[in-house]
């Protein structure tokens, strides 16, 4: 029996090779087939708000028109927010103030949106800071207190360290790989707790990282990042194939138990559900 209750982080600008180097305790999770996991080639343009909208709609740029990051309108396609408030699933969002201007209200007002609670909208709880600073050890803390207080079918975790210290510094930079080992060590204290409380766990990130700061384009830096899957659906362990960003909706579809749209390709996560075959 599933309680199909799922912790989403996202950890912005995670490039693969930091991934695979710095999240000890996820690699650790893998090596002893407690977790999933999977190189992703991400969707272009490998910018944040388009890539956004790409992972919780399960569309191509080109189909929800997010072209770039300069674009601040609400999504205007069916998004995994609104299909938990469909099947009567509560969320709780912790997430750069871009997330709150595709799913709750466009443009962000930081006097009003940074702290929101409102059960008719898509988003039911949800804290929104607009500082790429706003440090990730205390998005962690502040989720987990919000987790201590009410219960939660979705809770999306979205940190920026890891982008920020990339764009100042450069993959590559003592920066910029510290920024990827915070997150581990916060990773491992509160994925054990997430468990105990019955959620699947799902890493995954919107983009990588070049070495000269920047992400957009069509480079192996900018494009390749990870996903990290826990849940006793899966099939745990390595896996040689590659997914992309429009997997990520329909994966969390499957993971919640609720139906993806027409337009998602839930056929790719059957194949993740399979892919015993190829072990």
């Not at 929104?128 to 207190?145: G, I, K, Q, V, W």
């Not at 957009?216 to 899966?234: F, V």
Request: glycine letters at 6%; aromatic letters at 12%.
């Amino acid at each position: 029996m599933h309680n199909n209750k799922v912790v989403f982080v996202l950890l912005d600008g995670l490039q693969s090779e930091y991934a695979r180097e710095h999240l000890g305790y996820l690699e650790h999770l893998c090596e002893h087939k407690k977790a999933a996991k999977y190189e992703v080639l991400g969707e272009l343009p490998s910018a944040s708000r388009p890539m956004y909208e790409t992972i919780f709609t399960g569309l191509p740029v080109y189909e929800h028109g997010i072209t770039n990051n300069n674009i601040c309108r609400l999504s205007n396609q069916v998004h995994i927010f609104e299909l938990l408030k469909q099947n009567h699933k509560k969320s709780l969002a912790l997430a750069y103030y871009w997330i709150s201007e595709l799913y709750l209200s466009a443009p962000f007002n930081k006097f009003q949106d940074v702290y929101h609670h409102d059960s008719k909208s898509y988003i039911d709880q949800g804290f929104f800071y607009y500082e790429d600073t706003y440090p990730d050890n205390h998005l962690y803390a502040l989720s987990s207190s919000l987790m201590s207080h009410d219960q939660y079918d979705f809770v999306f975790i979205h940190p920026m360290g890891i982008d920020d210290a990339g764009h100042k510094y450069g993959a590559g930079s003592q920066e910029y790989a510290q920024a990827v080992i915070q997150n581990d060590k916060l990773l491992s204290t509160y994925i054990p707790q997430w468990i105990k409380d019955g959620y699947s766990v799902v890493v995954g990130a919107d983009h990588g990282m070049s070495e000269n700061g920047y992400h957009g384009g069509n480079s192996h830096q900018q494009r390749t990042t990870a996903l990290y899957i826990i849940d006793q659906r899966i099939v745990n362990g390595y896996h040689s194939q590659v997914l992309t960003t429009l997997e990520f909706a329909p994966l969390l579809c499957y993971l919640l138990d609720i139906q993806a749209t027409e337009k998602m390709k839930p056929l790719e996560v059957k194949r993740i559900h399979e892919s015993k075959k190829e072990l």
